[in-house]
């Protein structure tokens, strides 16, 4: 792999943005003879990106491991889940290219993803997992959410690991990388692409790109939080405080290049959070956040101390609707409030950087960790984290809170009377009563299915004897993901306003709203994340070894 610096560089492709979906792209040209240059923003030991750092999972349809679970999956039922959760609609004229990739992801998952990432040598945890189910069971009806072993920053090492050597020694001349290189503006000559202009930003010089294919692979449109706020949906509460989940370098500019051609940008307020962030312990920028799995038996409550409702929140069923109750809070924290027992069984962070039994693939101690529970985790937030506190008391614990958050928001009596109001749906010695209690509903639904009864308590009274000590975690919303972005065809190819492609454009992962500009509609069925970058860049690649030009 070739690190070159020139006043200008030709080659037949460049790939703008060195996170997964670029880096397949890339690996899926030199592998068909396509001299590439990638530039990607950031440094060589970040190459990959978000995928570097996220957990692994990916919905995918009609694998072995759901026939081995007995789970009838197949296209048809898996489109019906996706198009009705997601809202997009034949009807729609807007919906034509996310409707489309939604039919190419359920129909080629299993193929193009799954076993392609079998032939990398990547296998799965055993067991599918069952998420975004719908507060009214109108989201995934079957588990479909699958775990790689080794979490996605296997995954970036392995593709990297094939790019070097697709671009090896004969070949070394087919791949350059420039890394701490930020792409300024895209060059059009006689309507069509022909590369684009770039800094290198340690050295302040100036490059030029001559490539007549240009692959746009750089992340989403709300990577900073000014483009959150500017893209957040008329009408709807925006919280006065925000975590980063997605990274600075996300922020849209070449979205915008490419719409001052002609390019359409779909849905730019359809966005992917989460309702459970806490501040990194050691951020890799300014206001960088960590999303928690949150525990589906900790009670969630309000800066004063109250379980939110009407309906309490549970996470598990409807992402979405997480974040939309959550922004809509008096404060912009919330809090969750469980005890050792529940944080041994439940407690979670996404990502590969706080799973290290997944990551390292460690199997004994991750099965241990999974039947036996761990209390690793939560020591280590407790040293690490301010925003996670623990106390034998309530009183205590309130004012823990309190002092955390800076004010008399949560009152004692309050506190205890919300855990005695829950602890009164169990009958001493005896368990649950006749609960007309959601939470609990919802607790005893995902115990019937057997990966999340591993994952989630048995219900029980917060205040039960030798379950402490109490531990109160402060939570703000969260940004991760764009499901809006330029709008392209199943060819990966950016498109204008009358469908027609912009010659020599390609957008692929997150910059087309991982396909079509927007295929996961106004909600996604959570782990289509990954498999997008993956289909989006093999599409690009195949037609790009189509139409191979010399720059």
Not at 75 to 94: I, K, N, V
Request: with cysteine; charged share 20%; net charge positive.
């Amino acid at each position: 792999m070739n690190q070159r610096m020139g006043d200008t560089l030709d080659a037949d492709l460049l790939v703008v943005g060195g996170g997964l979906a670029g880096l397949l792209t890339a690996l899926g040209a030199v592998q068909r003879g396509l001299r590439v240059t990638v530039v990607e923003r950031d440094t060589r030991e970040r190459l990959g990106g978000l995928a570097r750092w996220a957990f692994g999972g990916m919905a995918l349809v009609g694998t072995p491991l759901q026939a081995r679970a007995k789970i009838p999956d197949h296209p048809e039922r898996a489109l019906a889940d996706w198009l009705r959760w997601g809202g997009l609609s034949p009807a729609e004229p807007a919906d034509r290219w996310p409707l489309a990739w939604a039919r190419h992801y359920v129909e080629r998952s299993r193929p193009d993803v799954h076993d392609w990432l079998r032939g990398l040598g990547l296998r799965f945890l055993p067991a599918v997992n069952w998420v975004e189910r719908g507060l009214n069971g109108e989201g995934n009806s079957l588990p479909r959410y699958h775990v790689l072993w080794g979490t996605s920053r296997l995954l970036t090492l392995r593709v990297i690991a094939a790019l070097e050597q697709a671009a090896s020694g004969p070949r070394a001349d087919r791949l350059t990388l420039l890394c701490g290189t930020r792409v300024t503006a895209l060059d059009w000559t006689d309507g069509a692409v022909s590369g684009a202009q770039a800094l290198d930003e340690a050295s302040g010089r100036v490059l030029r790109l001559r490539a007549p294919q240009v692959v746009l692979a750089t992340g989403g449109l709300n990577g900073t939080l000014e483009g959150v706020r500017a893209h957040w949906p008329a009408g709807q509460p925006c919280p006065a405080e925000l975590l980063n989940g997605a990274h600075p370098f996300a922020d849209g500019a070449l979205h915008r290049a490419a719409e001052q051609a002609g390019a359409r940008i779909a849905a730019p307020g359809a966005m992917w959070n989460y309702a459970a962030g806490i501040p990194h312990p050691q951020p890799h920028f300014e206001g960088h956040g960590l999303s928690l799995v949150p525990p589906k038996s900790a009670l969630w409550l309000d800066a004063s101390g109250q379980r939110i409702g009407p309906a309490p929140l549970v996470t598990g069923y409807d992402t979405p609707d997480l974040c939309r109750q959550v922004a809509a809070q008096a404060q912009p924290w919330t809090w969750q409030l469980l005890n050792r027992r529940i944080a041994r069984r439940e407690l979670a962070i996404s990502g590969a950087e706080h799973n290290p039994r997944i990551r390292e693939r460690q199997w004994l101690p991750f099965l241990a960790e999974t039947l036996l529970g761990s209390e690793r985790l939560l020591d280590q937030l407790l040293r690490e984290s301010p925003q996670v506190l623990a106390h034998e008391r309530l009183d205590g614990l309130a004012a823990q809170m309190n002092a955390l958050s800076g004010g008399p928001h949560v009152d004692p009596a309050v506190l205890q009377a919300t855990v005695d109001a829950f602890d009164a749906h169990f009958v001493p010695g005896q368990g649950l009563r006749l609960a007309n209690d959601d939470q609990l509903r919802r607790i005893q639904h995902a115990r019937q299915w057997g990966p999340d009864r591993l994952r989630t308590c048995a219900p029980a009274p917060l205040q039960r004897r030798g379950d402490g000590p109490f531990v109160a975690i402060q939570l703000r919303l969260i940004t991760r993901k764009s499901l809006g972005g330029l709008v392209t065809d199943l060819h990966s190819r950016v498109l204008d306003a009358q469908d027609r492609p912009l010659p020599g454009l390609y957008a692929v992962g997150e910059a087309a709203g991982f396909g079509g500009g927007n295929a996961s509609g106004r909600r996604s069925l959570e782990g289509t994340f990954l498999p997008g970058c993956i289909l989006t860049a093999q599409a690009a690649a195949r037609h790009l070894d189509g139409g191979k030009r010399s720059a």
